[in-house]
C-alpha cells in the first residue's frame, strides 16, 4: 500500500506463488483486507496520514494483469453506479448438480487460493476467519482469509487477449446458499483453508463455460439484485467496448 501510494499506482500487484511463496508467509490474510473497502488503516511510514480512506486497495495476484485490470474498472464502475465495490477474482474449480432446500442447478464451486473481501462473506467479518495456508502449497504458512459468499447476484468477467486483441467475458451469475454438510463437503474435497462461492450461471452450461472459459480465474463483483446486475452488466460491457477492449456477453444477459 505504501508502494501504491509512493509511485500513485490505482492497482497493485502480489506475486508469491512460485516466487516468493518459498522465501516469506503467503500474504492473503492481507490481499483480502486490502479488496474491502471497511479494513485496518495502513499509514504511510513517513507523515502517518491514513494512506487510501475509505477505499479498498484493488490488487491482484501470481502476476495475472488481466485480473488487475478488471478489478481497478469494476471497482471503479460500481463506485459510479452507487454499488458496493468490493470486487475478487476467484478460481473456477469444479461443480455439480444440487437439488434440495430451494436449489436444482448445477452449482459451481468458486474457490480463490487464499483470500476474498469480507464484504462477500455471510456475516461480513463476523462470518471470516483464518486459517493457516496448507503446507503443501505454502511450506512457510501465512493466513487465508475464509468465509461462504452470500446469496445474491453477481457480475462474472474475464479479461483475456485472444487474437492479438484485448477482450473481456461478461455474464451473470446468482449466488446460492447450499446446505453446511454440503457445503464442508466441497469444502473437504478443495481446499477448505479457502474462502468458497457457490455459483450458478445464468444460461452456461459446465461444458460450454469449460470450452470457453480461458483461465481458471474469474472475477465477481455483487449487485443489489437480479435486475441491477443484469443492468450493471451492459454498462460495464459498454464501457470496456468505448476503451477498446473486445467484448463477449455469455449466457443469457438481458439488453434492456
Known amino acids: 500500500v505504501r508502494i501504491a501510494d509512493d509511485f500513485g499506482c490505482h492497482a497493485i500487484g502480489i506475486q508469491?506463488?512460485?516466487g516468493l511463496k518459498d522465501l516469506v508467509p503467503a500474504s492473503d490474510l492481507a490481499e483480502g483486507l486490502l479488496n474491502n473497502v471497511e479494513r485496518p488503516p495502513v499509514k504511510s511510514a513517513r507523515s502517518?496520514?491514513?494512506?487510501?480512506?475509505?477505499?479498498?486497495?484493488?490488487?491482484?495476484?501470481?502476476?495475472?494483469?488481466?485480473?488487475?485490470?478488471?478489478?481497478?474498472?469494476?471497482?471503479?464502475?460500481w463506485r459510479e453506479l452507487g454499488f458496493a465495490p468490493e470486487n475478487t477474482l476467484h478460481d473456477l474449480r469444479w461443480g455439480q448438480h444440487f437439488k434440495g432446500e430451494g436449489v436444482n442447478d448445477y452449482v459451481w464451486v468458486f474457490l480463490i487460493s487464499?483470500?476474498?473481501?469480507?464484504a462477500h462473506f455471510i456475516g461480513g467479518y463476523r462470518g471470516a476467519t483464518?486459517?493457516?495456508?496448507?503446507?503443501?502449497?505454502?511450506?512457510?504458512?501465512?493466513?487465508s482469509l475464509k468465509g461462504v459468499s452470500k446469496p445474491g447476484h453477481i457480475v462474472w468477467s474475464r479479461v483475456f487477449i485472444m487474437d492479438g486483441k484485448l477482450q473481456c467475458d461478461l455474464g451473470v451469475a446468482?449466488?446460492?446458499?447450499?446446505?453446511?454438510?454440503?457445503?464442508?463437503r466441497r469444502?473437504?474435497?478443495?481446499?477448505?483453508q479457502w474462502p468458497i462461492m457457490h455459483a450458478v450461471l445464468d444460461g452456461i452450461s459446465r461444458d460450454q463455460m469449460m470450452a470457453r472459459h480461458k483461465a481458471n480465474h474469474i472475477q465477481v463483483v455483487y449487485a443489489p439484485n437480479?435486475?441491477?446486475?443484469?443492468?450493471a452488466c451492459r454498462i460495464k460491457a459498454a464501457m470496456l467496448a468505448e476503451l477498446g477492449v473486445q467484448v463477449n456477453l455469455c449466457g443469457n444477459v438481458q439488453l434492456a
Open 16 to 18: 508469491y506463488q512460485q
Open 48 to 77: 502517518g496520514r491514513v494512506l487510501f480512506p475509505g477505499e479498498a486497495v484493488p490488487h491482484f495476484n501470481e502476476v495475472d494483469e488481466c485480473a488487475g485490470l478488471d478489478g481497478l474498472v469494476t471497482y471503479r464502475l
Open 114 to 118: 487464499g483470500a476474498a473481501p469480507p
Open 130 to 143: 483464518s486459517e493457516r495456508q496448507p503446507p503443501m502449497y505454502f511450506r512457510l504458512g501465512g493466513g
Open 174 to 184: 446468482e449466488v446460492v446458499k447450499l446446505p453446511e454438510k454440503e457445503t464442508e
Open 187 to 192: 469444502w473437504r474435497e478443495t481446499t477448505p
Open 226 to 231: 437480479r435486475k441491477q446486475a443484469h443492468r
